[in-house]
């Protein structure tokens, strides 16, 4: 069921990536915890978001106002960061697949395959950086696609910055996002999802915030991609969330597309957001950085649409 995937576009860095493997256990006991509690006032109430070590330091929770946002379930719906590879071969779903929260083995369980490095909180921010997991163990499939990863945890790095709260903005959570491509691998296709959101059923309206008109507007359940910033919110109104970047594919030269998607999972009673980066360089893919800014808006639907009017708006208008 499983769709992974006040900033500027100069936040968008590149930096080599050394790193050094160990074994998949050893030296576990060493490692940081995950269990962070990051919170700050809004409209009356209080944005906190709550990680735990049982993912790695990845988003388990995020509450405004008495609501729930995240339907947190196995390793995979949580608010988290993920990405995909062709290794080599045409690029197929989950097959190369670096996952922040863990693997698809990781199921319910309290442990994940993904390994937390470093974790830094203060009253409202968080940076975690973890060596992530390949979502599938070497031998297991995708549909009819076999894992071509050999290893359970892979080379990659992500590193995130959350901060609640931007320049006047309470409902805005900032994400800088960042994805370290280990040397040693040839690829020539990535898809970074920067981030994703898995949420509770109630939140059933589907809108987009057309950034050219100001307005939203009704979306189809899809599911898939489009070019505009998704608004996922209760029937009634009272609670909503959206995403945006302001990176577009000017950003870089082997960035061809960035889009939003939107996903119901009707027997698993949950529905998901996305805001995915996709790469193609026939030469390869450089072993780099690539850090993506993001903000993640909450509160009441009118909110989250009136915040996306500013935060959208000309510099100087």
């Known amino acids: 069921m499983r769709t992974k995937l006040k900033c500027t576009a100069r936040c968008f860095t590149f930096g080599i990536v050394c790193l050094v493997v160990t074994p998949l256990d050893a030296n576990d006991a060493l ?39 995240i339907d947190t379930a196995d390793h995979g719906r949580q608010l988290q960061s993920a990405s995909n590879f062709d290794a080599g071969s045409p690029i197929t779903a989950e097959t190369f697949n ?5 693997s698809r083995r990781d199921g319910a369980g309290s442990t994940s395959t993904t390994r937390l490095l470093h974790l830094v909180a203060t009253a409202n921010s968080l940076q975690t950086t973890s060596q992530m997991a390949f979502w599938l163990a070497p031998g297991e499939k995708s549909g009819s696609n076999l894992a071509k990863n050999t290893t359970r945890r892979s080379n990659h790095l992500l590193t995130k910055r959350v901060t609640i709260g931007e320049q006047g903005f309470p409902h805005v959570i900032e994400f800088n996002v960042t994805f370290g491509l280990p040397v040693g691998e040839r690829h020539t296709v990535a898809v970074f999802e920067a981030l994703t959101g898995y949420m509770p059923a109630k939140f059933s309206k589907f ?40 990176l577009t594919s000017v950003a870089h030269a082997d960035l061809q597309n960035v889009a939003y998607g939107r996903f119901r999972f009707q027997a698993e009673k949950v529905v998901k957001w996305n805001c995915v980066f996709r790469f193609m360089n026939s030469n390869g893919i450089a072993a780099d950085d690539y850090t993506f800014p993001l903000r993640v808006i909450v509160g009441n639907l009118d909110t989250v649409h009136s915040t996306l009017v500013e935060l959208t708006a000309p510099p100087g208008s």
């Open 98 to 102: 670096p996952t922040e929260a863990g």
């Open 207 to 246: 809108w987009i915030y057309n950034v050219e008109t100001k307005q939203r507007e009704p979306l189809s359940d899809g599911p898939g991609e489009q070019p505009h910033p998704v608004i996922l919110a209760t029937e009634d109104g009272r609670y909503a969330m959206s995403c945006h970047t302001p």
């Open 31 to 69: 490692l940081p915890s995950g269990d962070a509690v990051i919170r700050a006032p809004a409209a009356g109430s209080e944005i906190v978001i709550t990680t735990t070590s049982r993912l790695a330091g990845a988003i388990h929770s995020l509450t405004w106002n008495g609501q729930e946002f």
